[in-house]
């Protein structure tokens, strides 16, 4: 089913800041795809999102090649475009000191978060981007421009992620715009083993005196994807309530 309305796909999207990413652009008009590993989430995810009127979905391994597939053919038959892609969707199976990283969790990390960011982007450009134009916005991290405790091999990817983003915004222009957002500690699920139990002692050194929640980053990427960016590309915008002000995460 096509629609007049601009389309999105979101991976990662079932709950956390992909969702809040999907909700924020179904606000703006879009029709979203939202993908995730569990069938179970991704439907309820689309009944928050108002239903199949505004929302889809495709359940998928994000490093799978067959699902980026199957989730590019079924977003261009039901809506007829993707005119947004969202690289959400990422991993952090180890924590604790980069130095004694089990490497193949070293490597897992880089497959879904880097490779996985450019074979999406690749896989839309292809199927859709390169004869109409589109807006890419890739999920980094303010991790990925400090060092941080715990998360250094997570934090490596997301740098990656950043010159990605430079390099893709440089090759893709001026048809595509590829940006993307850095956020600091949000209050997911995914991350909640950074500031469980201490939130407080976490927030204190963040000039704003909180920790971030998923709506803070997807008006970020509502406003990347939108018109009014329209002059801005390779660009990575921190969103970290101020904390790398002071130097530190």
């Not at 430079?166 to 595509?176: A, I």
């Not at 994807?225 to 309530?241: C, E, F, M, N, R």
Request: charge should be negative.
């Amino acid at each position: 089913m096509a629609s007049d309305a601009p389309t999105a796909i979101v991976t990662g999207a079932s709950r956390g800041i992909g969702l809040a990413v999907a909700r924020a652009l179904v606000d703006d008009g879009h029709r979203v795809c939202v993908t995730g590993r569990t069938e179970t989430d991704l439907v309820e995810a689309v009944d928050l999102l108002g239903g199949a009127e505004h929302a889809s979905y495709v359940a998928g391994r994000v490093d799978d090649a067959a699902h980026r597939d199957e989730t590019v053919a079924a977003t261009l038959q039901r809506w007829g475009s993707i005119d947004v892609l969202v690289n959400n969707a990422a991993v952090n199976p180890a924590y604790g000191p980069i130095i004694g990283i089990d490497l193949p969790a070293a490597r897992k990390t880089l497959e879904v978060n880097v490779l996985g960011t450019l074979a999406w982007t690749q896989a839309v450009y292809t199927g859709w981007m390169a004869e109409h134009g589109g807006s890419v916005v890739n999920l980094a991290s303010a991790a990925g421009l400090h060092a941080a405790e715990g998360i250094g091999m997570y934090g490596a990817s997301k740098a990656a992620v950043i010159a990605l983003t430079r390099q893709l915004g440089h090759e893709l222009g001026p048809r595509v715009r590829v940006n993307a957002v850095a956020p600091a500690v949000v209050k997911t699920r995914f991350a909640k083993a950074l500031y469980d139990g201490r939130e407080s002692e976490v927030a204190g050194p963040y000039p704003l005196e909180r920790l971030g929640v998923p709506e803070d980053v997807a008006g970020a990427v509502a406003y990347l994807v939108s018109p009014k960016a329209s002059w801005i590309t390779g660009q990575t915008l921190v969103i970290d309530g101020g904390v790398l002000l002071g130097g530190r995460l």
